[in-house]
């Protein structure tokens, strides 16, 4: 089975890069590919089980729900419920770490079941205004 390990250096200070990453329900704020995102449901952004809606910029759909959310140690899991794309049983973890002593993050995502979603987000499709902030 293949496996997902992408990474990006981001010109951001690893609290500041979090504090983007982990409003889970605000990702449409800087993935271009994402048109409109919001939570769904009773439970709040941030707390695992709650779940994403995710509108395309070419009109799709996604559903993502939140396993894991790890404050102390920057990082979150998430997985799709329902999505357009080709893939199955799809957990991505996304992890932000310090690079040096610069204020600088590396962002790394991993999934150990499907490369197919990396191929698709592709390279310099997420970038974050303001922050220097490029997946890809």
């Known amino acids: 089975m293949p496996t997902v390990d992408h990474g990006a250096l981001v010109d951001a200070d690893p609290d500041r890069t979090w504090s983007v990453l982990r409003r889970f329900g605000e ?60 893939v199955d049983d799809y957990h991505l973890t996304v992890s932000v770490m310090p690079v040096t002593s610069e204020p600088r993050s590396f962002v790394r995502c991993e999934d150990g079941r499907n490369s197919l979603l990396m191929a698709w987000l592709g390279p310099g499709r997420v970038k974050t205004p303001g922050m220097g902030f490029a997946l890809g």
């Open 27 to 86: 990702i449409a704020t800087w993935h271009p590919a994402i048109a409109e995102s919001r939570i769904e449901g009773d439970l709040p952004d941030g707390m695992p089980g709650c779940v994403r809606v995710l509108r395309l910029s070419d009109g799709r759909t996604l559903r993502e729900r939140l396993l894991a959310m790890d404050e102390a140690n920057h990082g979150l899991t998430y997985r799709f419920d329902e999505a357009p794309l080709p």
